[in-house]
DNA sequence: TACTTAAGTATCAAAATGGAAACTATTACT
DNA sequence: AGTAATAGTTTCCATTTTGATACTTAAGTA
């Protein structure tokens, strides 16, 4: 079982407090949360930054591999909006065949050092779930 | 402009490497990042499990104002679907008319300290994201 | 002339998702 | 009998999102 101390809990509510008293819950006033992290957070997304961690310079196709089952339009449209957005950088080599690279800006360096936390627990608590949807399904 | 020390590089690569070495790049095997995170980074779960962090009980018509625009519909959908992987508790009381409370469970609790990493980020970087994406689209 | 390769774009059909609105169950109240 | 409230479910339709496949561009090579 997970065991949360009072002291995280407090840690949590504060972070919460401070997030939640600096956007507007109301009203429809711009929310990063379902704007920034909506791209950002999104299952093919999450797997492209991942790999350009990994990997510091990936070719289009190279990718591809990489992000097996994503297919060229989806991955296209995913490096566009990624590159709008500043996480990547897009460099094109007029060589033929063209070459192109992709790789994080600092911006997206940045973003992949807070993502990691997220993709570590869930790499780690992947079992726990299964586990739980199996109880959940037999109950 | 984001700076980046190669101590944190030093770190970042160290993680992934961890992550990676134990996922299988190529085959199709189990991927937690694919399978957990799909749900559990999906634009309504997050916001679903943030404000159960800021309001330790909430209810489903409560729920459905905070997390605004999300349908009857989609989220009984995504409160059954957390509720089957662990993140979050159902208890129902057999009252009329009926109510029903959702609260996280330590389990989830221990996904949202890690979730709040991201969106901590994202609120604090969405103005930038924006910038960036008027920049691109000048460009 | 035809072929090759990288990095996409274009196109169209197919599937998944989404939202709106109506409907259900239950019991007490008027 | 009709109304009210909560927590959904159901239905149906529209929009979005995919996926597969073919096509494009450009220069060098066989």
Redesign the pocket.
């Known amino acids: 079982m997970e065991t949360i101390t009072d002291n995280q809990k407090l840690r949590v509510a504060k972070k919460l407090k401070k997030m939640f008293g600096h956007i507007d819950l109301k009203t429809e006033t711009y929310c990063p949360i379902r704007d920034v992290m909506a791209l950002a957070s ?3 997304s999450i797997l492209i930054i991942l790999y350009l961690g990994y990997f510091p310079v990936l ?5 591809k591999k990489y992000v097996y ?9 995913r ?2 909006m990624l590159e709008a957005d500043g996480y990547l950088l ?1 460099t ?1 080599y007029a060589e ?7 790789q994080l800006t600092n911006f997206g360096y940045s973003y992949l050092q807070k993502l990691l936390e997220l993709t570590e627990w869930a790499t780690s608590h992947g079992d726990t779930v299964i586990k739980n949807r199996k109880k959940f399904r037999s109950a």
């Open positions: 999104d299952k093919w070719r289009f196709n190279k990718l089952g994503i297919s060229n339009k989806v991955l296209s449209e490096l566009k897009r094109m033929v065949p063209i070459r192109v690279e992709y």
